[in-house]
């Protein structure tokens, strides 16, 4: 269901299951063999860095030990934490700054999954402890910090009487006051593609000719929506869904849940191993 309608999805055929030759699914049983093999590899280098740490309590000593390679991040805060450049990072915020900032000052963390099924550590190399802010530097923050309250109330102030404007049927002031009107778009990429999707969001969930209600966009700015007209005549064939990439994706999904489910006794076998090596140490 969306704001124009429901959407229907028509089953165009329904593949009956078959058994399938060995020549059919050769290709198919070595590259999973390929990724097993590649997977328990990955495991067995993680376990191996983790041992050498946990042995010599030495970094360097253990990178080298496993030709693994470190990439360094400075000045991490807790407020800073969704800054960091974490490539295939597939944990939260919050998950990120628990394991961080439960580290012991040269601790290491357990390994860590990303999306692309590869593994990190994170290693607390140095705590720096707080220091209390001159007075000066405490006056300048709280004083931006009430200026910046107060523009944000202004601001909103300001989209709220434009709002009550355009119900009414009057004209508000054009100062401050940016008037846009968009080409055919749709909810996805297929058209407006530099279009926000907040701003895509709300227009989808407001009635034709309706006002949607304020809505922040950004630190002192806010928007609302009018849409006006729609069509499904605008999406030209080439960016029409088609059945074969719906079919395609969800092939695709079935196989990356099997693979998974073929991965994950590994996985847990490997891990298992690492901690419980971890729990030897003591």
Do not use: C
Request: net charge positive.
């Amino acid at each position: 269901k969306s704001a124009f309608g429901w959407k229907v999805v028509y089953i165009e055929k329904i593949v009956l299951e078959n058994n399938l030759s060995f020549e059919d699914v050769k290709n198919d049983i070595k590259k999973d063999l390929m990724t097993n093999i590649l997977n328990e590899k990955l495991y067995d280098k993680a376990n191996s860095f983790y041992e050498k740490f946990l042995e010599s309590n030495d970094l360097e000593l253990s990178l080298k030990h496993t030709n693994l390679e470190r990439k360094k991040i400075k000045n991490v805060q807790i407020n800073n934490i969704k800054n960091l450049n974490i490539e295939d990072n597939n944990l939260t915020e919050e998950e990120l700054a628990k394991i961080i900032f439960n580290l012991l000052e040269g601790g290491l963390s357990d390994p860590i999954e990303k999306t692309n099924n590869n593994l990190f550590f994170i290693h607390l190399e140095k705590i720096i402890n707080t220091t209390p802010k001159t007075f000066d530097t405490a006056k300048d923050e709280v004083i931006e910090s009430l200026y910046n309250e107060k523009r944000k109330i202004k601001a909103i102030k300001f989209a709220n009487d434009v709002y009550d404007k355009l119900l009414n049927n009057k004209k508000p002031k054009q100062l401050y006051l940016k008037l846009i009107k968009t080409d055919w778009i749709t909810k996805d990429n297929r058209l407006g593609e530099k279009l926000s999707p907040r701003i895509k969001n709300v227009i989808f969930k407001t009635k034709l000719n309706s006002y949607s209600k304020v809505n922040e966009l950004a630190e002192f700015r806010y928007f609302l929506v009018r849409p006006t007209l729609q069509s499904q005549e605008e999406i030209v064939t080439e960016k029409e869904t088609q059945i074969k990439d719906i079919l395609s994706n969800i092939n695709s999904n079935i196989n990356n849940d099997i693979l998974n489910a073929l991965l994950l006794d590994l996985k847990i076998k490997k891990k298992s191993s690492i901690n419980q090596n971890f729990i030897n140490s003591f």
